[in-house]
């Protein structure tokens, strides 16, 4: 007998983390459905008719339709830490809108009409805000000081709340920065590796950054996306971290960066404080969790991650 195929719904299916994970169940033989602003997609179709998350009732529809095996929740508002801030009010009712509100729509929806359906939220390491330990665990408390890690942190208790009371399968990833070719420019990396590949074409003189000796716990994305899959495939539900456990500086991936285009970084990279618009302060992740759990860790060094991506860039 033949095995009926998995279905999933990736919620934020046009972003770095969606298309990946859309790419990843699609080889993997599921149907996946991806819902993004762009409209919905399958495995079959085109961006085709939109739908609102916001809208409860067009998502009860989809859920008691489709009765998905499992539901990735990776959309999301946020800012860069380089981004323009506007007004606060604005961000933290949008962040509330599709980080908490909408989101609660879909466990809604699975403990309604579809309670065998798995669903994973997309948390963040910003959840830590200014943590006291230098590296977090899931035991490190959070502490939320941004209209973002508000917003997720709502979202964190929305899984915690359904899976606890109402025994839905709500796991949460906490996913420290991962990078891809699919980055948009406004992310620091894709800024560092399309600032050098613009100065090695002649097409930009130089590359301006906010602070060289900030550190970051940078992965590569395609792993991430698979701790995903990875997660909702145990047999139980829970919040895991996703990270390298290692930090690198912002110095150490643009010297990495210049040297795979054959220049010399000194020459057009400088630095300017000013342009940072909100100070973060140093999170590194231990996965040994989710390690445990799943045999996940990571598959390229930082160094390879880079040259991944440059080597991907715009194929």
């Keep these: 007998m033949k095995t009926a195929k998995k279905k999933a719904i990736i919620v934020g299916a046009s972003g770095q983390d969606g298309r990946l994970l859309f790419e990843l169940l699609a080889d993997s033989g599921y149907s996946v459905i991806g819902l993004d602003k762009n409209g919905i997609k399958t495995n079959r179709t085109a961006w085709k008719s939109k739908i609102n998350i916001s809208d409860k009732h067009q998502v009860f529809s989809l859920i008691k339709k489709f009765k998905p095996d499992e539901i990735y929740y990776l959309a999301a508002y946020h800012f860069s830490s380089q981004d323009k801030r506007g007004d606060i009010y604005q961000e933290l009712r949008q962040s509330y809108e599709i980080n908490v509100l909408a989101f609660l729509n879909f466990l809604e929806g699975v403990r309604l009409f579809s309670p065998k359906t798995k669903i994973f939220y997309a948390g963040s390491s910003l959840l830590f805000g200014n943590p006291p330990a230098k590296i977090q665990t899931e035991k490190t408390p959070f502490n939320p000081n941004s209209a973002y890690s508000l917003s997720k942190a709502g979202g964190a208790s929305l899984c915690r709340l359904y899976r606890e009371k109402y025994q839905v399968f709500a796991a949460m990833g906490i996913m420290y920065n991962h990078e ?3 980055r948009t420019d406004n992310f620091l990396s894709m800024k560092i590796i399309r600032g050098a590949k613009n100065i090695a074409a002649g097409k930009q003189q130089q590359l301006v950054v906010g602070d060289l000796k900030a550190r970051v716990d940078w992965g590569y994305a395609p792993d991430y996306v698979y701790a995903m899959k990875l997660i909702l495939n145990l047999k139980k539900a829970d919040d895991f971290i996703i990270a ?17 285009f054959g220049l010399d970084w000194k020459k057009y990279v400088r630095e300017d404080k000013k342009i940072i618009s909100e100070k973060r302060k140093v999170l590194i992740g231990d996965a040994g969790k989710l390690k445990t759990a799943t045999g996940w860790k990571p598959s390229v060094s930082f160094a390879e991650m880079i040259k991944e991506i440059i080597n991907n860039l715009d194929k």
């Design 180 to 182: 891809s070719e699919y």
């Design 244 to 260: 390298t456990g290692q930090s690198h500086s912002v110095l150490d991936f643009i010297k990495i960066t210049f040297k795979e």
